[in-house]
């Protein structure tokens, strides 16, 4: 049933210039998201407006945003400590992509499709929003009333174990579980920097208080990821108190990129790196001007907190996930935003009429009898993705499936016989498959390592087609991915933050009777 028979070469060849790139030791930190980012979010796709390498990343608009190893700036009144080179983090090596922003097609890719509308449902136990192209589900973001995402916040630790063969520190941030503080994200005195940077041993000590912005909730055994490297988000920028640079979404085209270059090198304010999220395209200088001064007011109220904080105290907390989610992927390309509670309502266009007045009459108030997923054929849609089988609109048809160590995706022409040879098939099976998978991981929020089984194909020129429609599709992601080459075996390795619980964590629990297996061993062996 796997519709295949041959198994092409999967020649390997230099990263496209859609993947993604390392980050620079001096660019900005963005813990909070940064437009795109139910959740680390966001992460900012910027690049420095100074002709210097800078980081590619897809995540600038996810809830929760990439910590690029950048210099900080203590809110206790300490000297500036600054990080001048971070250690690395592990990982593969990455091809870097040319400066500049996006193509204009990829950029309609993005910003030209079909119709958005964002639907927010408030019930007793879950709050719940999903974002439509159409009628079609394509993301989901939902919390619990007793589940509390820590993304964002700023807490006055205190360390309670340094391990040096892992270059990490455990921090109490008084929520049960240590966090993990891993010593590329410990800020450096500048001062007392010659040469080498010192290790994380000489750095932390047991007992001592430190100010950690959560870049990642604690997910299973895991704590929460934990960063020195402070920042704060707002609608159109991110402020990263001890930066010098300016950044600027690399989602935006360079005609918008140069603008705003022009209107914020005036507005950045001085020992405060800036980065420019996506959300900024089209923000007049007033707009603008006013986000930079509402994030400066913010951060020297957390200044202010973390002088007088004892450890373990919060000194800043992110909005709850309605605001955030607004905040961070709401824009010009939807069409509505609606609600089904009258006092959620107010409070959206209340944030709204301060960041963005455009955009307040586009909230409006569910009034029909049924929930308001129900009306949209949401509750639905989220169903069929809890699902392993995914049928495409050909007859062809996806198996998800997730295991301890990744996600795995096959490719299958199922009913699809197509027309007139067997390579065109499986290209247009492969071609629509494309389009489905990245919707998928945007919807079940996948992340961490996947591979996708394709169905073979044995001319090069499809393949590369094939790659071509997923990152196009991929654009649309505000999380941050990394996409490989086809491999000789014909699988497309890729990486997508994982940065919250997805859509199987928050509406499935584990069998008791197979403990997940998805099958029951047999009672006899012999």
């Given at each position: 049933?796997?519709g295949?028979?041959?198994?092409?070469?999967?020649?390997s060849?230099?990263?496209?210039?859609?993947e993604?790139?390392t980050?620079?030791?001096?660019a900005?930190?963005?813990?909070?998201p940064?437009d795109?980012?139910?959740?680390d979010?966001?992460?900012?796709?910027?690049?420095?407006v100074?002709?210097?390498?800078?980081q590619s990343?897809?995540?600038?608009?996810?809830p929760?945003s990439?910590?690029?190893?950048?210099?900080?700036r203590s809110?206790?009144g300490?000297s500036a400590?600054?990080?001048?080179?971070?250690?690395?983090?592990?990982?593969?090596?990455?091809?870097?992509?040319?400066?500049?922003?996006?193509s204009?097609?990829?950029?309609?890719?993005i910003?030209?499709g079909?119709?958005?509308?964002?639907?927010v449902?408030?019930?007793?136990?879950?709050t719940?929003?999903a974002?439509?192209?159409?009628?079609?589900?394509v993301?989901?973001?939902v919390?619990?009333?007793?589940?509390v995402s820590?993304?964002g916040?700023?807490y006055l630790?205190r360390?309670?174990?340094?391990?040096?063969?892992?270059?990490?520190?455990f921090?109490d941030i008084?929520k049960?579980?240590?966090g993990?503080?891993?010593?590329?994200?410990v800020?450096?005195?500048?001062?007392?920097?010659?040469?080498e940077?010192p290790?994380?041993?000489?750095?932390?000590?047991?007992?001592?208080?430190?100010l950690?912005?959560?870049?990642?909730?604690?997910?299973?055994?895991k704590?929460?990821?934990?960063?020195?490297?402070?920042?704060?988000?707002?609608?159109?920028?991110?402020l990263?108190p001890?930066?010098?640079?300016?950044?600027i979404s690399?989602?935006?085209?360079d005609?918008?990129r140069?603008r705003?270059?022009k209107?914020?090198?005036?507005?950045k304010?001085e020992g405060?790196?800036?980065i420019?999220r996506?959300?900024?395209?089209?923000?007049t200088?007033?707009q603008?001007?006013?986000?930079?001064?509402?994030?400066e007011?913010?951060?020297?109220?957390?200044?202010?907190?973390?002088?007088?904080?004892?450890?373990?105290?919060?000194?800043y907390?992110?909005?709850?996930l309605?605001?955030?989610v607004i905040?961070d992927?709401?824009g010009?390309e939807?069409s509505q935003?609606?609600?089904d509670s009258?006092?959620l309502a107010t409070?959206?266009r209340?944030?709204?009429?301060?960041?963005?007045?455009?955009?307040?009459?586009?909230?409006?108030v569910?009034?029909?009898?049924?929930?308001?997923?129900?009306a949209?054929e949401?509750?639905?849609?989220?169903r069929?993705?809890?699902?392993?089988?995914v049928?495409?609109?050909?007859?062809?048809?996806l198996?998800?499936?997730?295991?301890e160590?990744?996600?795995?995706i096959?490719?299958n022409t199922g009913k699809?016989?197509?027309?007139?040879n067997?390579?065109?098939?499986?290209?247009?099976n492969?071609?629509?498959?494309?389009?489905?998978?990245a919707?998928?991981?945007?919807l079940?929020d996948?992340?961490?390592?996947?591979?996708?089984?394709?169905?073979?194909?044995l001319?090069?020129?499809?393949?590369?087609e094939?790659?071509?429609?997923?990152?196009?599709?991929?654009?649309?992601?505000?999380?941050?991915?990394r996409?490989?080459?086809?491999?000789?075996?014909?699988?497309?390795?890729?990486?997508?933050?994982?940065?919250?619980?997805?859509?199987?964590?928050?509406?499935?629990?584990?069998?008791?009777?197979?403990?997940?297996?998805?099958?029951?061993?047999?009672?006899?062996?012999?």
């Amino acid at each position: 049933g796997r519709g295949r028979g041959r198994r092409g070469s999967g020649r390997s060849r230099e990263a496209a210039a859609g993947e993604e790139s390392t980050a620079p030791a001096d660019a900005p930190t963005a813990a909070a998201p940064v437009d795109a980012a139910p959740a680390d979010t966001t992460s900012a796709d910027t690049v420095p407006v100074d002709d210097a390498l800078s980081q590619s990343e897809s995540a600038e608009d996810s809830p929760s945003s990439t910590r690029p190893q950048a210099r900080s700036r203590s809110a206790r009144g300490r000297s500036a400590t600054r990080s001048t080179r971070g250690r690395s983090t592990g990982g593969p090596p990455t091809a870097r992509r040319p400066l500049g922003g996006v193509s204009e097609e990829t950029r309609r890719a993005i910003t030209e499709g079909p119709p958005r509308r964002m639907m927010v449902t408030v019930g007793e136990k879950r709050t719940q929003i999903a974002v439509l192209e159409e009628r079609t589900l394509v993301e989901h973001y939902v919390t619990r009333r007793e589940d509390v995402s820590y993304v964002g916040n700023i807490y006055l630790g205190r360390v309670q174990n340094v391990l040096p063969g892992m270059e990490a520190a455990f921090v109490d941030i008084g929520k049960g579980r240590n966090g993990v503080l891993y010593a590329g994200e410990v800020n450096y005195d500048e001062a007392d920097l010659e040469g080498e940077l010192p290790r994380i041993e000489q750095t932390l000590k047991l007992g001592q208080s430190v100010l950690v912005q959560v870049t990642k909730d604690p997910m299973g055994t895991k704590g929460a990821r934990l960063t020195q490297h402070l920042s704060i988000a707002g609608r159109y920028c991110v402020l990263a108190p001890g930066e010098e640079m300016l950044g600027i979404s690399r989602k935006l085209t360079d005609d918008e990129r140069e603008r705003l270059r022009k209107i914020l090198k005036g507005l950045k304010p001085e020992g405060y790196g800036l980065i420019v999220r996506t959300a900024a395209e089209g923000a007049t200088r007033e707009q603008l001007e006013a986000d930079v001064a509402r994030l400066e007011r913010i951060w020297d109220q957390v200044s202010a907190r973390a002088e007088r904080a004892k450890p373990l105290e919060a000194v800043y907390e992110e909005p709850g996930l309605v605001i955030r989610v607004i905040r961070d992927v709401f824009g010009s390309e939807y069409s509505q935003l609606t609600v089904d509670s009258e006092e959620l309502a107010t409070q959206v266009r209340t944030y709204l009429d301060d960041v963005s007045p455009e955009f307040v009459d586009k909230v409006s108030v569910h009034t029909g009898e049924d929930n308001v997923f129900d009306a949209y054929e949401i509750t639905n849609q989220i169903r069929r993705a809890l699902e392993r089988k995914v049928w495409l609109k050909s007859g062809g048809y996806l198996i998800v499936e997730k295991t301890e160590a990744m996600w795995v995706i096959d490719v299958n022409t199922g009913k699809f016989v197509g027309e007139r040879n067997l390579e065109e098939t499986v290209l247009r099976n492969n071609i629509e498959a494309a389009t489905e998978i990245a919707r998928q991981l945007r919807l079940r929020d996948m992340g961490g390592i996947i591979v996708i089984d394709f169905v073979d194909m044995l001319v090069p020129a499809n393949r590369d087609e094939v790659l071509k429609r997923f990152r196009r599709e991929l654009a649309r992601d505000k999380t941050k991915s990394r996409v490989m080459e086809i491999s000789k075996l014909g699988l497309v390795q890729m990486t997508r933050k994982n940065v919250s619980q997805g859509l199987q964590e928050s509406f499935t629990t584990r069998c008791d009777v197979c403990e997940g297996r998805g099958a029951r061993i047999v009672e006899s062996i012999v």
